[in-house]
């Protein structure tokens, strides 16, 4: 259950606080890809699970400033900082008061406290939803490599910045003009995750199926487009209604603590999607598709 996932996370954060740790090691622990961990991980908890980690850790270092005589030196290289200079910049940051002020008396200081994961009961909001199964699947698309720690990072715009890209040098458009009239739909795919990478592929692209011309695919892969395949799945469908991806994001924060804990379904490591349909229901943004498992 990724709850209990996230929990045993939080706990190996904590007893590991004082090594070299980020996310990749702590998604290892317990067995779970980079890619998924620290999606899985912000859209619980609201932070990344490297800023937890820095956050303990200041916390940890006033409250040793504060009562110990140990030197800001010192306390830089404890609590993992490689110079004294981005210790006192980070914990300035933090703390709103420098490494220095915070060993003298009557220091204001903040206290972000280790997270315990709880379930507890809200509203009976109603989260639409349904199961389909997709046989293999090809794709032609456009795609490029993004760092894990763009996900679900609200201040970055990497992958619209991608999407406008590709629109203003007029990639998407004849793409579209493979398949046939009322089924251009486009796709937005994120590649399946492996435990050690650092990366994820986004890709926007076209189905391939009896309603594409195939005759014209080795041209668009000749010219750097790809082809993208899909292995046989089940997948949780959500219908996104917004006028931006913000309800998109929304929907991916209520499926990690509303569907997964009260459905038994967790995701896979397998390509998800959303559907951007040419003639889609009014107000309907797209549909995202994840590919799940019963745990």
């Given at each position: ?7 045993q ?15 990749i ?56 900082y ?34 315990v ?22 794709f032609?698309?456009l ?26 040098k ?16 486009l ?33 668009f892969t ?48 397998d ?19 994840v ?5």
């Amino acid at each position: 259950m990724p709850l209990q996932l996230i929990q045993q996370a939080i706990c190996y954060m904590e007893e590991h606080l004082y090594e070299d740790i980020n996310y990749i090691e702590v998604a290892k622990s317990i067995h779970m890809s980079n890619y998924n961990f620290h999606r899985t991980f912000s859209f619980i908890t609201g932070m990344t699970a490297n800023e937890y980690i820095r956050n303990r850790r200041l916390t940890l270092a006033a409250q040793e400033l504060q009562a110990t005589d140990i030197s800001v030196i010192d306390a830089a290289y404890k609590y993992g900082y490689e110079t004294p200079e981005s210790f006192s910049k980070a914990f300035s940051r933090f703390h709103g008061s420098t490494p220095k002020q915070a060993k003298q008396k009557g220091a204001r200081l903040h206290l972000f406290n280790p997270l315990v994961i709880k379930i507890i009961l809200e509203g009976g909001s109603i989260m639409d939803y349904r199961m389909e199964h997709t046989g293999p699947q090809r794709f032609l698309a456009l795609a490029k490599s993004f760092p894990n720690e763009i996900a679900n990072d609200d201040n970055d715009h990497s992958i619209p910045d991608f999407w406008d890209e590709c629109n203003e040098k007029n990639l998407i458009q004849p793409m579209k003009q493979l398949r046939a009239e009322g089924k251009k739909d486009l796709y937005g795919l994120c590649s399946p995750t492996k435990e050690n990478e650092s990366c994820f592929d986004y890709g926007i692209g076209i189905l391939i199926d009896e309603d594409t011309d195939v005759t014209a695919l080795e041209q668009f892969t000749s010219s750097g487009y790809s082809i993208w395949n899909t292995e046989p799945n089940d997948y949780a469908v959500f219908e996104c209604f917004g006028s931006d991806s913000g309800c998109l994001g929304e929907t991916w924060s209520r499926f990690f603590k509303e569907f997964v804990p009260q459905t038994g379904y967790m995701q896979t490591d397998d390509s998800d999607f959303e559907i951007y349909f040419e003639r889609g229901r009014k107000g309907l943004f797209c549909e995202l598709w994840v590919p799940v498992k019963k745990n």
